[in-house]
């Protein structure tokens, strides 16, 4: 099970997802975002953990994803919007009542909920083919029954691993990558 720590703004946050056991921790270069990093803090936050750095973006041009790629030495880019020319690609989609599933060319495809923080109904996830990942509203305390209905690849969380916006707290970091093991 691929487990993400996703909204690392400190380096004592990525060693503490590095330590719990995740195997990737993510960056976002949003700026209106209170869990926003610049591309070269991402690149120190990252340095030396043995852990897939990701990147993600929201309507950005793909030259400006390549950039700051480079820049912040990440893995992947986790992308909401135009597909940058970049090795590792996760396509991310809201889930809302209309959403449709798409064949992308992509290595995994991030399922996020409605509105940052926010559940859908992980059923829609269960039998999609290629790699899966769900996100939104996902805890300790209903990762691992998002993990039995959808049987995702993997999960990622932010918001819900949090002790205030940006600022993870190391118990819930480590509740949430234990239960989502276990329950793979």
Excluded at 35 to 60: C, N, Q
Excluded at 66 to 74: K, N, P, Q, S, Y
Excluded at 97 to 106: D, G, R
Aim: charged share 20%; proline share 5%.
């Amino acid at each position: 099970m691929m487990v993400k720590v996703c909204g690392i703004t400190r380096r004592q946050d990525a060693e503490a997802a590095a330590a719990a056991g995740a195997s990737a921790i993510g960056f976002v270069f949003v700026p209106q975002s209170p869990r926003y990093v610049l591309p070269e803090t991402a690149a120190e936050l990252g340095r030396g953990l043995d852990v897939w750095k990701v990147g993600v973006f929201v309507d950005e041009s793909p030259e400006f994803i390549e950039g700051v790629m480079r820049t912040a030495h990440l893995d992947i880019a986790q992308v909401y919007g135009e597909l940058p020319k970049v090795p590792r690609v996760w396509r991310a989609f809201r889930v809302g009542p209309t959403s449709k599933s798409a064949n992308h060319t992509v290595e995994a495809v991030l399922l996020d909920g409605p509105a940052n923080g926010m559940t859908f109904d992980w059923t829609q996830a269960r039998g999609l083919s290629g790699k899966i990942i769900l996100a939104g509203g996902l805890n300790a305390s209903n990762v691992a029954e998002a993990i039995r209905i959808a049987q995702p690849w993997g999960v990622d969380a932010s918001s819900g691993l949090e002790s205030a916006p940006g600022i993870k707290d190391h118990d819930k970091v480590r509740h949430f990558v234990k239960a989502a093991q276990q329950a793979s």
